[in-house]
């Protein structure tokens, strides 16, 4: 390309300079749960709860670069668009198909840069620029969707992610009215309510001199009933059916604390509580301040101790979200202000497990500081994005195209 060329953005590849120009698409990413996508504009501004940050500072940058917001407080990345992050931030105008069925499908139709597909619904487009990404620079998608205000959308997008060119739109209802497409194409993909109804024109569309494969993807065991009869009729042969899950693990650092130091903790946070705020206290905390000092000196009734015990280990599980994350998302760049305390038996502490780095959340007592030895701990996210939902695999070979062994008998004996 000449250098006055100017490089059209597209979600299908980087650009070459991997720099951020004025009317590029760049996707803000705060951290996991926190992504967006801008069109850089000077004179604008990306505001969030991390901060203020000038369109007119990202120009120039390379795209990945981790930007500081004008309060110096937060920061975000700046990222080149594609289609995974896509499907993270698109407007649902449906229900999507997310990265883990994208992949399994991808993978079982045996798709490759140069082949013709069909798609539909295409619903809001987050298959289809996966598929695209896969299918160029030489390959086709011909996405078939029969809901107006979503065609116009996607094509939209499609326009503006640099797609365009390997993207072929239809508003047409492809139950009723077929894909009036023969011998074109690889691969078909079925995201529809009722696929079985739209089987026997996707069988018309694949290239007739060559293996090809379907898919369809229903969330209900009945639809994959009604569309096994329909691949069985029309001759597909390989039928097979799966469930495909993706389960996302967070991986934290958090101290590990054994239960003496637990309780030493807990008694300077309390003890500093108490200098902090001595005046404050109503009469009935003064009875309370006063048996805690009681609790300082003398030792914890064992029930006492159970009781603390238990709050501590409690707390644990949300000092997790304040520890120290492993990645580097995010612009929780503000320090924690965590006073909760993960303790573990003195004979359940790994020491092969921890790390050598030393961090420390909750100081309460400089004086009595602990350093807590640090572990790695992973949890599952209480919410998983995706939903279930069956994928039907079938496949189309050009035998389909030849009379069966009976007709090719009943025309001998016609002849
Ligand atoms: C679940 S959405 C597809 C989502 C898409 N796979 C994605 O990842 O964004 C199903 C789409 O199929 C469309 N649809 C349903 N029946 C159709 C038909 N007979 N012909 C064409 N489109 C149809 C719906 O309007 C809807 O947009």
Known sequence: MSDTMVEKQSFARYKTNNTIEEGDLVVTYLNRETMGMIRVRKGEYFNCKFGSYKHAD???????????????????????????????????????????????????????????????????????????????????????????ERVNAAKKEFEEHGLSDMVTLQCRDVCKDGFDMENKVDAIFLDLPAPWEAVASAKKAFKHNKIGKICTFSPCIEQISRTVTALSEQGFVDIQMFECLIRFNEIRVIPMWTIEEAMEKQRAVEKKRKRDKPQAASKKNGKRQERRTQEDTEEESSKDKVAK??????????????????????????????????????????????????????????????DPKNVVVTRLPAEQRGHTSYLMFATFTPAFQQPSLREKKAAEAQS
Not at 77 to 103: G, K
Not at 104 to 131: A, D
Not at 329 to 339: D, L, M, R, V
Not at 345 to 359: F, R, W, Y
């Open 309 to 370: 015990l238990e709050s501590l280990v409690d707390d644990s599980n949300d000092s997790s979200a304040a520890a120290t994350p492993m990645s580097t998302s995010g612009s929780e760049a503000e320090p924690s202000s965590a006073t909760s305390t993960p303790v573990v038996a003195p004979e359940a502490t790994m020491p092969s497990a921890t790390t050598a780095t030393t961090t420390t959340t909750a100081e309460a007592e400089p004086r009595e500081r602990i």
């Open 58 to 148: 990202m120009i120039g940058l390379e795209y990945g670069t981790k930007l500081g917001s004008n309060t110096g407080r937060g920061f975000l990345y700046l990222l080149h668009p594609t289609p995974e992050l896509w499907t993270l931030v698109l407007p649902h105008r449906t229900q999507i198909l997310y990265i883990a069925d994208i992949s399994f499908v991808m993978n079982f139709l045996n798709l490759k840069p140069g082949m013709s597909m069909i798609e539909s619904g295409t619903g809001s487009g987050s298959f289809s620029h996966s598929i695209a990404r896969t299918l160029a620079p030489t390959g086709h998608l011909y996405t078939f969707e029969y809901h107006q």
